[in-house]
């Protein structure tokens, strides 16, 4: 198809010192169930394609349609992905938000709306270019049952104008959305390039905001955390899943369903997918399926979120103790209770830790990225496997459901780790080895994990016994005070052996620096940005984001080492400075808290005043 | 030779070459005479006379008194005691790992009716292929003597007071979720319990066996169906169940014609239903409701084959599952090839 590209709208000119090219922040507002996350996304990606560092983040309601929604889109040169408190541009199609929203743009700014909004304009200080949306859309060719989403691609079609973003690269982000689908692309874009003419006729710029091709995006892919998550688990040889939908975690599992045909035919067996799916009917029977897959031999998994994650903690204890393999993925969105559905939060994390009446301890991953999303996906299974335990992974809803730049995905550099798995032949050789003395839950290699057989061994020594009740070395239910400390103990052995396994920290320096910042998860990104501005006021940082728990020692040295640490997350009390404080006690007045739960991502800028106004104290 | 004389008469085996013994629990720690034990002892008995390796079946359950009864049979399974209530969706994932084993789960009235209906009913309505044995006694026992959701109205336990709510009726939930097997028999019918934990065993999808099991120290009024007393008066079989095993002969002459009903199972095997008293039809679902309705107005303990439907497809019928069993599949047929991965990248946009 030839493609039209509009010539772009007449400029008043500002000379290029005052333009403000590639760094500036975006908000649309528009109502839930409009259809506007099509334009946006098509936006993002056309950025993308560009070579510009470019992030967006819905701000959505928990609701289907009607209510107000946002979208934010940063383009960042330099490649900060955190959310901004300000906006420089706003894009409002929604008369309910109107007045609110026009207070968040900075002096200077931008206002683009709908003229279907009759309500004052009330900042004299920014640009306003209103939009005839129904005007355009009636001269455009779209079905008249489908102008509603439409309306949404005026404002593609005039920004894209008015910004200078490549009409090609629109063009591609729609073909890639609609799957190729032709009638589809062409109406849209059909829209987009008439939005476009209009403006070019009837604009005149007078805003300093442009965007510029770069090349930082070559490589790179697009994709949000919990697709990424479920395609790490399908390599990672995932072969059991049950899930009930939630927010933010359901597109987790729908991810697999949908790459499961691709990614995980037999190639053995014609026809035939090594991998199962089952939607639960609720996350008490999901984590059940997939600890009864994980005890039955099967990389099993299971996804959710707080309230799932709080119907699972009977399950986890069972797990804990009888040394089943489970992962579950925790996309961790606003609690106590129901909480926020829609909104993101670092809040689980003291509930995962310690989740389950009496004793019990869990291997917790927290990815900070897509990449390691991904990554996870598939090493959380070796985890599982090798020590023969819950692995819980902490992502969340920012990172999890929002579309993000990464770096490609790697193809895992180890092989599977299954474990200490016994079948036939390897049952008969280490009864031999022991002299018949093998249980399935005795210590034979001093590392606290045992040997486990699976259900189909025909060996006849094979079978045994699993519960949640008392038991010894061999699984027979025992009561004996000795026995009961002697197996506990014995867990924890293993917990210790899993810091031999689970991912080291990840650490960036400054030089002399004595300020140290922790974290986990997507808190990195804001925190990346703080540091940056902290360093141009004198105040050099080392930053060590926390990937996995049980804490790896190299934690306490980072604390040791620095004058102050500021333990940063999403949550009201703290709840990563509380586990820190338990594990590292000897260093707990170094820790200081920078933690808040509002909903919404933290920014840059709200993490360095926090740790300049402590640093002044 | 002297030393011939010696060697001890070989133990009797079953067509596989398994004893008695290879399908034998610990001793029970139930109390004496729980209805519980004898149904453990027709679960040997029956994998017995089926002959299935030990090996091939996984046993499950949930909490109660119940639920510890499967250490008291076949030791050389595997099994999981889980939680209260969740036996289900244990049961369902474990048995996904290899298709080709049997499940056998042993559940109790709160297990089932109770805590754990939601699970019981979606394991029901996915016509998971395995085995369901309630171990109906109408009382929770390991708790020491609370009502249970099946205990029958105006029932009094000592601590209690009188039960003042309707029963659960097990066989009647699993009708209405779709059940393709549902039976109820009475611990005191041992052949009974017997007949029918084979055909289950044969039955390709849930098989439902609600079995009334006499609690002795709790609840063992005369007056109740879930005492022996009062079981044995009150029970009326359906039909007398037969099962017969795919390979073996049959008979036709051993049965007066229209004295009979024949149902052939998924195997091959036969379930023969011997006419006692009047008609029933194996194959109405809508009666096998009405005929429980009526018992229950009547107070009666009517035993037997309610309802099958042998040819709806399974869980497993539903998933693309390869032959041989997922948790025997290595590496290679579980990680996508290396090649999969830039291919992967590029869809990422």
């Not at chain 1, 079905?143 to 005039?158: F, R, S, T, W």
């Not at chain 1, 939005?195 to 006729?201: F, H, I, S, V």
């Not at chain 1, 067996?269 to 009917?281: L, N, P, S, Y």
């Not at chain 2, 006499?214 to 007398?240: Q, R, W």
Request: proline content about 6%.
């Amino acid at each position: 198809m030839e493609l039209e590209k509009p010539a772009g709208v007449n400029d008043a000119g500002y000379s290029p010192k005052e333009q403000i090219i590639n760094d500036f922040c975006i908000t649309f507002s528009t109502v839930n169930g409009s259809g506007s996350a099509t334009a946006n996304t098509t936006l993002l990606r056309a950025l993308f394609k560009m070579g510009i560092p470019v992030s967006g983040k819905n701000i959505f309601p928990s609701n289907i349609q009607g209510l107000p929604t946002w979208f934010t889109l940063r383009i960042s040169k330099e490649g900060y992905f955190g959310r901004l408190e300000k906006d420089d541009i706003v894009v409002s199609m929604n008369p309910a938000t109107f007045s609110k929203e026009q207070e968040y743009i900075v002096p200077g700014g931008v206002l683009l709306y709908s003229d279907a909004i009759k309500l004052p304009v009330t900042r004299q200080d920014i640009s306003v270019y209103p939009m005839p949306v129904n005007e355009i859309l009636s001269a455009a060719e779209v079905p008249q049952k489908l102008k509603d989403y439409a309306a949404n691609m005026v404002y593609v079609g005039i920004l894209s104008e008015l910004l200078r973003i490549d009409f090609e690269n629109i063009y591609q982000a729609l073909d890639f959305h609609f799957k190729g689908k032709e009638a589809a692309i062409r109406s849209n874009y059909g829209v987009i390039t008439l939005a476009a003419k209009w403006a070019q006729q009837n604009l005149k710029k007078n805003d300093p905001y442009y965007v510029k091709p770069m090349n930082a995006t070559i490589g790179k892919i697009m994709a949000d955390g919990n697709t990424a998550a479920g395609l790490g688990a399908l390599y990672g040889g995932a072969q059991f899943v049950a899930w009930y939908p939630i927010t933010p975690a359901s597109s987790l599992a729908e991810a697999m369903h949908e790459y499961l045909p691709i990614l995980r035919k037999d190639p053995v067996e014609e026809g035939k997918e090594t991998c199962v799916i089952v939607q639960a009917e609720d996350e008490i029977a999901a984590i059940g399926m997939a600890v009864g897959a994980g005890w039955g031999g099967l990389r099993a998994m299971t996804s959710t979120s707080g309230p799932g994650l709080s119907l699972m903690t009977e399950y986890l204890g069972l797990a804990y103790y009888t040394e089943t393999p489970v992962v579950v993925w925790d996309v961790q969105r606003v609690g106590p209770s129901t909480g926020l559905p829609t909104r993101t939060a670092q809040g689980d994390i003291t509930f995962a830790n310690f989740i389950g009446h009496g004793d019990t301890q869990y291997i917790l991953l927290f990815p900070g990225s897509v990449k390691e999303c991904f990554e996870f996906g598939w090493r959380a299974f070796d985890l599982a496997e090798r020590l023969q335990t819950p692995v819980i992974v902490l992502s969340d809803l920012d990172l999890g459901m929002n579309q993000w730049v990464s770096e490609p995905f790697d193809y895992p550099d180890q092989p599977m780790d299954r474990g200490k798995i016994l079948w036939e032949e390897d049952l008969d050789e280490i009864l031999e080895k022991t002299s018949d003395k093998w249980g399935r839950y005795l210590d034979i290699d001093g590392d606290g994990i045992p040997y486990r057989t699976l259900p189909g061994n025909q060996n006849p020594r094979s079978a045994y016994f699993s519960r949640g009740t008392g038991h010894d070395e061999y699984g027979a239910y025992r009561e004996d005070p000795e026995v009961w400390e002697r197996i506990l103990t014995r867990l924890k052995v293993k917990f210790e052996t899993a810091k031999r396994y689970t991912p080291k920290p990840s650490i960036k320096k400054m030089a002399n620096a004595r300020i140290g910042i922790l974290s986990v998860g997507s808190t990195d990104f804001p925190i990346l940005e703080a540091r940056d501005h902290l360093a141009r006021q004198g105040l050099a940082t080392d930053h060590l984001r926390i990937r996995a728990i049980p804490f790896d020692a190299e934690i306490g040295e980072f604390i040791r080492n620095h004058d102050a640490n500021y333990v940063v997350e999403i949550n009201r009390d703290g709840q990563l400075k509380q586990l820190l404080t338990i594990e590292f006690p000897e260093h707990a007045t170094k820790l200081r808290m920078v933690a808040r739960i509002d909903g919404l991502p933290l920014s840059a800028k709200w993490i360095e005043d926090q740790i300049l106004s402590q640093e002044a104290k | 030779m002297a030393t011939q004389i010696l060697v001890p008469a070989a133990p009797q085996t079953n067509a596989s070459g398994f004893t008695r013994n290879d399908y034998k629990g610990l001793p029970s720690t139930l109390c004496q005479g729980c209805g519980h034990n004898s149904i453990a002892n027709q679960i040997i008995a029956a994998c017995y006379e089926l002959g299935i390796a030990p090996e091939k079946i996984i046993k499950f359950s949930g909490i109660g008194c119940s639920s510890k009864s499967p250490t008291y049979f076949l030791s050389r399974s595997f099994g999981f005691n889980g939680l209260h209530g969740r036996m289900p969706s244990l049961a369902l994932g474990a048995l996904f790992a290899d298709h080709t084993l049997h499940g056998l789960g042993v559940s109790g009235d709160g297990d089932t009716a109770s805590i754990g209906m939601g699970q019981f009913k979606h394991l029901v309505r996915r016509n998971m292929p395995m085995v369901y044995i309630v171990e109906n006694n109408g009382v929770y026992g390991l708790t020491k003597g609370q009502f249970a959701p099946t205990a029958e109205k105006g029932l009094e336990l000592k601590k209690h007071g009188k039960n003042v709510f309707q029963p659960v009726d097990i066989c009647m939930e699993a009708l209405a979720s779709n059940a393709t097997f549902v039976a109820r028999s009475f611990a005191g019918d041992p052949k009974q319990v017997k007949e029918l934990i084979k055909a289950a065993f044969s039955h390709n999808g849930i098989a439902v066996l609600d079995i009334i099991s006499p609690c002795v120290t709790f609840h063992n009024h005369e007056d109740s169906v879930h005492s022996y007393v009062g079981g044995k008066a009150m029970e009326i079989p359906l039909h007398e169940v037969i099962y017969v095993p795919a390979r073996e002969e049959i008979f036709v002459d051993d049965f007066l014609e229209g004295q009979t009903k024949e149902v052939t199972l998924h195997d091959g095997s036969i379930i023969r239903l011997k006419k006692l008293d009047k008609d029933y039809d194996p194959t109405d679902r809508h009666r096998a409701l009405r005929m429980l309705d009526e018992a229950e107005k009547n107070n009666l303990l009517i035993t037997g084959l309610f309802y099958i439907e042998p040819y709806r497809p399974s869980m497993f019928d539903l998933f693309p599952l390869p032959e041989t069993p997922l948790n025997r599949l290595p590496e290679e047929r579980l990680r996508p090839a290396r090649e999969s991965i830039d291919q992967l990248n590029k869809m990422m946009f």
